[in-house]
């Protein structure tokens, strides 16, 4: 069945760097684009990202251009999201997703992974 899995967060200091991986199984990764979300505790999930299916273009919310990249590696079936510079208001649990291209919209995306904590602490 169709699955992505997070892994790479945790605790890191104002400034710092993690590397999230979302790896996809059950289903061919080429053919989708894949999002990256964040929702910090009372607030609204946040578009973070997302790269596409047909020619990698990537997008980024305005809040973390500059810091953060994305990409992917089909032969490994995983999508990178790479964020640099780290800082409090960073902290969230980021989800990837899965959908037919990039959008905003949430409810395009059929499958969800669960997510992955990052806590950027002093």
């Known amino acids: 069945q169709v699955q992505l899995v997070e892994s790479g967060g945790g605790l890191v200091q104002p400034g710092g760097s993690l590397r999230l991986s979302c790896a996809a199984s059950?289903?061919?990764?080429?053919?989708?684009?894949i999002g990256w979300f964040r929702r910090a505790p009372g607030k609204e999930r946040e578009g973070v990202s997302c790269?596409?299916?047909?020619?990698?273009?990537?997008y980024f919310g305005d809040s973390v251009k500059g810091r953060f990249t994305i990409s992917r590696d089909n032969s490994k079936n995983t999508v990178y999201l790479q964020m640099n510079s780290l800082k409090p208001e960073d902290t969230a649990l980021y989800y990837c997703?899965?959908?037919?291209?990039?959008?905003?919209?949430?409810?395009?995306?059929?499958?969800w992974g669960q997510g992955t904590q990052v806590t950027v602490s002093s």
């Open positions: 997703a899965r959908s037919q291209s990039c959008t905003d919209y949430g409810v395009l995306y059929d499958y």
């Open positions: 059950g289903f061919t990764l080429g053919d989708y684009a």
């Open positions: 790269i596409s299916s047909s020619d990698g273009t990537t």
